[in-house]
């Protein structure tokens, strides 16, 4: 069974930065691309960053120059660097790998606020 576990989340100050993991497991992740959703009530799910299996990254208009993707196969775990932390980006983050399916993890919450 495919199983994605974030962790990371937690209260921050405006500025400040997080960590967020995603481990996966149930099968290898090599050549999956891989990623990062977020949402908040009221807001569409927002897609933030996407990584490919080779390591091409793309990011959101929103969180470019602060936020950074990056993934270990070996550990089969990607991982979103957040810094400069806005209060819009207060949401619960998504890990997601994709193959032949879509897998997601249960979500991890991020608060930004003073």
């Known amino acids: 069974q495919v199983q994605l576990v974030e962790s990371g989340g937690g209260l921050v100050q405006p500025g400040g930065s997080l960590r967020l993991s995603c481990a996966a497991s149930g099968t290898s992740f090599r050549a999956n691309d891989m990623g990062w959703y977020r949402q908040t009530p009221g807001k569409q799910r927002e897609l933030v960053a996407s990584i490919t299996g080779g390591g091409n990254t793309n990011y959101a208009d929103f969180v470019k120059g602060r936020f950074i993707i990056s993934r270990d196969n070996a550990k089969n775990t990607v991982y979103l660097q957040m810094n400069s932390l806005k209060p819009e980006d207060t949401a619960v983050y998504y890990c997601?790998?994709?193959?032949?399916?879509?897998?997601w993890g249960q979500g991890t919450q991020v608060t930004v606020s003073s």
């Open positions: 997601y790998t994709v193959n032949l399916f879509t897998y």
